[in-house]
Every structure is written in C-alpha cells, then in structure tokens.
C-alpha cells in the first residue's frame, strides 16, 4: 500500500504504522517469532509439530539407531561392512518389530535415526525396503545436513534445537542401537546411557555394534576401576557382531515382537 493509497484521517496518512514491524500478526512475524523471547515457543512448536505427524501415522514406538554419517556402501576397510549390518537390521526389525502391522492403528519398533547419511541412511534403507514406516530427526547445522532420501516424506523432521530433537529420539525409544560413530554418536550414546543409568528413562535394551570397535574406543572397565561408575552400569548395555544378534539381543532384553505386541 502507497501513501497515496493508504486511508486518510484529517489528512494524515497511516501507512507508516500499517508498515510498522509491531503491527505484523505475532504468528507470521519473523523477526519477532526469531527473537530471545520466542525461545520458549520454538522449543515446544519443535515438540507439538513432531508428535503431531507421529500421531497421525500412529507411531506408537521405536527402535533408534545412531552411528556415523561417514560411513557410505561401498566404504573403505571396515565402512561398507557397518552400512551393510546397519541396513539389513533395519529390515530385521521392520520385518520382525510391528512397524508393518497397522494393529488398530498403531505401529511399534519403528526405526528412527538422526536422518543424514552413514550408518542412517542404511537403517532408515533397509526399513523402507522391508515396506515399513521409516522416521529422521534431522537437524540444522552450520553446514546445512540434508535428509537421507529413505526416510518417510511425511515422517522427516528437522530440527533447530538439539535437546529438543533427542527428546523426542528417547520419548518412544524401545531399544536403542548403536554402530560406530564419532562425536556425534557418543554424545547421543552417552545421554541415553546417563537417562537409563539414573532411572530418567525405563529399562530399554541398549546394544553396542561391533564389540571390538567399543571396547578399543572406550575403557568401560578402566571407569569400574577408577570409580567413575559401578560394575552394574556395565549391565546397561550390550555387544553384539551382527545384525541377527542385535535384534537376539533385544528380544532378550525385553523387545516384544509384533505378534505378542497388545492392541490398544
């Protein structure tokens, strides 16, 4: 609207307060809903938008896979062996979990990854091609991640807020597994760790791919020895080598499969 356009009272045009940032609508205000004071808001928009699509696809819950986005199919040395494993799990679990059973509209062990490349994307792969639902919580860094093209469109999420983004990871987490990774994989590892540890999370199983990369990258025992924590944390976890012993391994520590799964 131009001042020539714009209502005139006595003369006086009001162009200047229509075009003024305080009378934008607070929701489609940008530079108001970016600010310190919006914070709060944007963490629970991260929240309430993510359990609205999971309800809708009625997601009841998970298996979470992390593990590293280097890792590609064809990898160097031990790489394309972890995608492999990563992606003929997903299919194992997808298959043998629920996440194919629409049961009264609910499905269980749906496979969530973080939803960028490496050991997600082989997840989040072998889900989709066993037909199941397939969940990313991706997340925005300085250098922009793009979603993993096996993710449900519908079921692709990206977050700006990291807390936020593994709240709702652990919220439906029946198991958590986890391969080989960096920083990103042990920052995630460890807070599940911590939540169970502390009784913050229920008794989920937790299995570690590849015993021998874990116990190379992490003295478990040196932190018993030292007192950092107790001989039973070591209970927490699990190893296992191969794709069929991860899924043994989480119908022995409590992983229903979907024919003994309840109806709601």
């Not at 972890?82 to 997903?90: C, D, I, T, V």
């Not at 990291?162 to 709240?167: P, S």
Request: net charge negative.
């Amino acid at each position: 609207m131009t001042d020539q356009d714009a209502p005139v009272s006595h003369g006086r045009s009001n162009a200047e307060q229509m075009a003024a940032p305080a009378y934008r609508l607070a929701a489609l205000d940008q530079d108001f809903m970016l600010g310190d004071s919006m914070r709060g808001v944007r963490f629970q928009l991260e929240y309430a938008k993510a359990e609205e699509h999971l309800r809708a696809w009625g997601v009841r819950s998970t298996i979470v896979v992390f593990g590293s986005a280097r890792f590609g199919e064809n990898g160097d040395g031990r790489h394309g062996h972890w995608y492999e494993q990563a992606r003929l799990f997903g299919r194992i679990a997808s298959e043998r979990g629920g996440a194919l059973c629409d049961a009264g509209g609910v499905r269980d062990n749906v496979i969530a990854t973080g939803g960028g490349p490496g050991v997600m994307e082989a997840a989040n792969r072998g889900a989709i091609e066993a037909g199941a639902l397939s969940i990313g919580f991706n997340i925005t860094l300085p250098h922009e991640q793009e979603p993993n093209p096996w993710t449900t469109p519908d079921l692709t999420f990206r977050f700006h807020y990291f807390a936020m983004r593994k709240m709702h990871l652990a919220m439906r987490a029946n198991a958590l597994v986890v391969f080989p990774g960096g920083f990103g994989t042990l920052d995630e590892m460890f807070e599940l760790l911590t939540l169970r540890q502390t009784g913050k999370a229920p008794p989920i199983p937790i299995v570690l791919f590849d015993e021998a990369y874990w116990r190379a990258v992490i003295g478990f025992d040196t932190l018993v020895e030292h007192g950092t924590i107790s001989p039973k944390d070591l209970e927490l976890f699990r190893f296992a080598d191969d794709a069929e012993a991860v899924w043994a391994a989480l119908l022995d520590g409590g992983v229903r499969p979907h024919h003994d799964i309840a109806q709601p």
